[in-house]
Each structure stands twice: as structure tokens, then as C-alpha cells.
């Protein structure tokens, strides 16, 4: 054991550890005390009014500036609905078309008159990647047809948008084929010749890859502008119990009575689908020839073509003997009849011998005769050669 020296010692020691431990636990606290804002109840209320002032302030920001977008927007539709002081006489919105239609018909001439006439009528939509992101045909799949808003782009009296009312000189009433010719007023039809050469049609979406839109049953002429397509729903777009006028029921007097092929049709069409197949929309000569089947189940001629079946040969060449042509026989209401004969040489006819019609289809030229109990007969089939404005 040690004397009372060591147990001093040892005190000693313990007294300073414990002195130690005590002024560290309070330099502790106090530095704990120091890293925490301390604020007293003045200080707490008024930092709490100054975020409450900045929230106040943000909210009238934000509210200023929608006030702001509304006075923009109301300002750009009145500016909109005022006259223009330049070519453009009456009021305009700024549309563009969003997508353009790869069709199987090469011509208006044979584009069926009406949507979902010929099943097998195919085209491509091809949207604008520049000006639509790949998100927007989301959702697109989940629905059997769409409703396709586009322009009359091929229409011959376009140039009357840009005139005054008073002269444009546009028709009250247009002829019509399941009237016989007879008129009737624009707003009853589908005629294209219209204030606004807006068509409105619907398809069957058949697939979607990317930017483009597999399409059916079309009655949209190759290289048509699409202003806008919309989701075709039956609930609300199909009404039970809609009528329309007798006039409209009468299909029968756009039948034919039956389509036939000569012997030497396949042979053609085989030597010539050597040379189109790859930009098809169809997958054989077979198929191919089932669409035309079904194109011509259909009189697809004008009125005056129906009308003076023997005319001579008349020559298309100008823009001008394509107006007359149209004036003389009138418009009637398909966008594919509005010029009767609108490639050179489409008609081909002498006095004495049988009219020889053409139908562009997927860039191929199929000839064919009708005879006067409407009986088609399908000959040959041979490469069309398209000039720049029918495309």
C-alpha cells in the first residue's frame, strides 16, 4: 500500500480529470449553442413577415404576368379578325400543315369520292419531324380509325381565297353525281370548292413506326397536306339515328355492274410491278389488282365524262384549257372530278373508235373501257408518266 503521499497524488489526478472533463462538456455546449441561430420573439415574427411578404409579392408577380399572356393572346385574336392592308382581303389564322399523305392514288382522277369506298385504298401519313416530337402519336394505336383534317391542295380555283367576297365568284350551289348534275347548295356536300378548302375525312390506322401513320380505306389524293388528325371515337362521332337526304342513299347510280381483266392484263402487271414494287403500298400483283377491282367497282368518271362518252380527244396542256374545260362542264362535287381530264392524253378517244379511260395507281397507268350497260373491262396496265402537277 502506498502512504499518504501516493494517495495525494492519486487525488490529485482524479480532481484534474475531473476538472478537465467538466470544462470540456461546457465548451462543448457552448459551441453547440453558438452554431444554432437564436432568435428571440421579435426576431422569429419578423423574419416569418418577411417571407410572407415575398411569397405575397411572388403570387402578384405571377398573377401580372398571366393577366399579362391573356391581354397578348386577346390582342393577337382581334389583330386576327381585322382585315389585312395587303393581298389578303379577309381575316387569317396562321396554320401549317403538320404532315403530308402518301397515297396510292397518284391523281384525283379515281380517288374515291367518299372515306372507306375502297378498303384497300392505302397511303402513308408522314408527320413533320421538325414540328411534331415523336410523343404526341403516343396513344394513337389504341384506336381502329382517326378523323384526317387537310387542304384541297390540287383544287383549280385555289386562287379565289385570295380575292374580296364580291369577286371570287365562288358557286352558292355545285352539281352533284347522285343528283344526276343536278345543283345543290355547297354546305349540303362535300364538294372541295369551297370558301375554305378544308377537307375532312376517316381512316383505318392499320400501324404506327415513328413518325408515320399506316393508313386505309383513304380517299386522300398523293401529296396532300394534313392540317390535323383527331382519335375517331364511336360514342360520340357515330349517331344513332341520323338521317340524311334521299339523294344521299342513292349509290347504285355510281355502281358499275361488273369489272373484268383482258387476258393480257397479268402479263402487264407483272412487268411492271417488277419496277414499282419496293415503293408499294402492296405486297403483290395480286393485291394490287384486288385494289383495282375495287376502285373501279365505282364510276369513277366525271359527270361530263358520264354524260358525253364519245367526246374527241381534247388537249389539257395549259392552265388555261384546264379552266375551260372545268367551266364548260361546271364543278361538281368531288375534288377528283373538278377537272375532268386532267393529265394529257388521260381521255383517249376518236369518233368512231371506244373510249379508253386511264386510272393513275401507284404511279402505274391502268387502261380501261366502260361500256353503255356499265360494264368495265381492264386491259393493260403500263408506267405512268406524270407530269409535275398532277403529283
Not at 372541295?192 to 377537307?199: D, L, Q, W
Not at 357515330?238 to 337526304?245: D, F, K, R
Not at 395549259?318 to 392524253?345: T, Y
Request: hydrophobic residues 35%; charged residues 25%; contains cysteine.
Amino acid at each position: 500500500m502506498g502512504g499518504p503521499k501516493s494517495q495525494w497524488l492519486t487525488l490529485s489526478i482524479t480532481l484534474a480529470l475531473a476538472s478537465l472533463s467538466a470544462s470540456t462538456a461546457i465548451s462543448l455546449y457552448l459551441w453547440k449553442r453558438k452554431s444554432k441561430p437564436t432568435f428571440s420573439n421579435g426576431e422569429s415574427s419578423k423574419k416569418i413577415e418577411q417571407l410572407e411578404a415575398s411569397l405575397k409579392g411572388a403570387l402578384a408577380k405571377s398573377a401580372a404576368e398571366r393577366k399579362g399572356r391573356i391581354r397578348a393572346q386577346q390582342a393577337l385574336r382581334e389583330a386576327l379578325r381585322s382585315p389585312n392592308s395587303d393581298k389578303l382581303e379577309s381575316s387569317s389564322y396562321p396554320m401549317a400543315p403538320i404532315a403530308v399523305v402518301h397515297s396510292c392514288f397518284s391523281t384525283r382522277n379515281g380517288t374515291p369520292r367518299q372515306p372507306l369506298l375502297v378498303p384497300l385504298a392505302k397511303a402513308t401519313l408522314i408527320f413533320d419531324s421538325a414540328r411534331i416530337p415523336l410523343p404526341s402519336l403516343e396513344g394513337l394505336e389504341g384506336y381502329s380509325h382517326c378523323w384526317i383534317i387537310y387542304v384541297f391542295h390540287l383544287n383549280t380555283d385555289l386562287d379565289k381565297l385570295w380575292k374580296h367576297p364580291s369577286q371570287s365568284k365562288f358557286k352558292a350551289k355545285v352539281r352533284v353525281p347522285r343528283l344526276n348534275g343536278d345543283r345543290i347548295g355547297v354546305f349540303a356536300t362535300r364538294s372541295p370548292h369551297r370558301p375554305c378548302a378544308i377537307g375532312l375525312t376517316v381512316a383505318k390506322v392499320e400501324a404506327i413506326h415513328g413518325h408515320k401513320v399506316l393508313l386505309s380505306g383513304v380517299d386522300l389524293v398523293d401529296g396532300t397536306p394534313v392540317l390535323d388528325i383527331k382519335p375517331y371515337l364511336p360514342y360520340c362521332d357515330s349517331i344513332q339515328g341520323a338521317t340524311v337526304p334521299d339523294w344521299v342513299k342513292a349509290d347504285n347510280i355510281l355502281a358499275v355492274a361488273s369489272v373484268n381483266f383482258s387476258e393480257g392484263f397479268s402479263s402487264s402487271l407483272a412487268e411492271c410491278w417488277l419496277l414499282v414494287e419496293k415503293k408499294s403500298h402492296y405486297a403483290s400483283p395480286d393485291e394490287f389488282q384486288s385494289l383495282i377491282r375495287q376502285v373501279l367497282s365505282w364510276d369513277i368518271r366525271s359527270l361530263s365524262q358520264r354524260s358525253r362518252p364519245h367526246q374527241p380527244q381534247l388537249n389539257t396542256e395549259s392552265d388555261d384549257d384546264v379552266e375551260k374545260i372545268v367551266d364548260d362542264f361546271s364543278r361538281v362535287e368531288s375534288c377528283r372530278e373538278d377537272e375532268a381530264f386532267e393529265n394529257g392524253g388521260e381521255l383517249v378517244s376518236s369518233l368512231t373508235s371506244d373510249v379508253v379511260y386511264h386510272l393513275i395507281l401507284e404511279g402505274l397507268n391502268i387502261s380501261y373501257r366502260i361500256d353503255s350497260n356499265s360494264n368495265v373491262l381492264v386491259e393493260k396496265v403500263t408506267l405512268a408518266s406524270l407530269n409535275s402537277k398532277s403529283r
